[in-house]
């Protein structure tokens, strides 16, 4: 058995720890292996052998093959423009090519696209399906539709969720731009505090959870965002953000609503604490580094700076 992945796992469960190679150079050996009479044939052998989040696209002479793994981890849809098919990972890029779009592939399904049209089936055993919740979250395009729902208007009703389950008496509900701005606006809209775009963004700096140093993720939230003093000064401030990793950003958010006079600094975060890494495409640190890993939700408030700190629940947010 192959690992999909770019982590250091126990595979085995015996201790020995093996380091898995690219994604999709462990998929092209095992097609380059294959004996299979076709090059469908010979995806489905390939894949079979993977267990992980996976969505995959190989393009022949003849042939576009897409795959989307058993559990259906990632997205993987269909779309037509005039008399051509296209496949794509979120509905946005459809929209930007002027495509229409078609339908969701099934978790498993093999779709075979060539000159006469296309061929589709589900080319692996029923497995439970496993679609990863942080899409809707986090990562996909907020103009993007995933598995039938509108992904804006899937983070604004987890914000009214979050106010349900944790409300607080505010004068402003900021966002921590920008995948906190459609569960801040639901927050707002739920409690009927004022949502103001507190926080501006300077979208020529990267995301900063992934950079490889402390000093340089510091720095790269001074660059990235700034408070908006006329906004906060003396206001009892709700910062609503999709998640907290090592919780390096948070600190440096809530210090900077302080700085701009904020009276309060309460955080509100549109998703669970993340206690565990994530093994399925996703760059998330080890365990050691997790801040909700490592703490309470009062050890992190403390941490933080913040006047009260919570998350939405796993219930509320299903």
Known sequence: EMCIGDRRQDLAGNGHIFQTISDTEVVLHLYARSKAPTPQDAIVESVAQVHGAFSLVLLTKDLLIAVRDPHGFRPLVLGKLGDSLVVCSETCALDIIGAEFARDTSPGELVVIDGSGVRSKVSFPKSPERFCVFEYIYFARPDSVIEGANVYE?????????????????????????????????????????????????????????????????????????????????????????????????????????????????MRISSPPTTYSCFYGVDTPERDQLLAAQHSVEEMREFMGADSLAFVSIEGLY
Not at 191 to 220: C, K, M, Q, S
Not at 228 to 250: Q, W
């Open 154 to 266: 899937a983070r604004k009703r987890i914000g009214a969720e979050l106010a349900r389950e944790n409300g607080v008496d505010a004068d402003v509900v900021i966002p921590v731009p920008d995948s906190g701005t459609p569960a801040a606006m639901g927050y707002a809209s739920e409690t009927g505090i004022p949502f103001e775009l507190g926080i501006i963004r300077n979208h020529y700096v990267g995301r900063t959870f992934i950079e490889p140093a402390d000093n340089i993720r510091h720095l790269g939230v001074k660059l990235k965002q700034n408070a908006s003093r006329a906004v906060i000064e003396g206001k009892r401030v709700v910062l609503v953000d999709d998640s907290i990793v090592r919780g390096t950003t948070s600190v440096k958010i809530v210090e900077m609503m302080r700085n701009a006079g904020a009276k309060e600094v309460h």
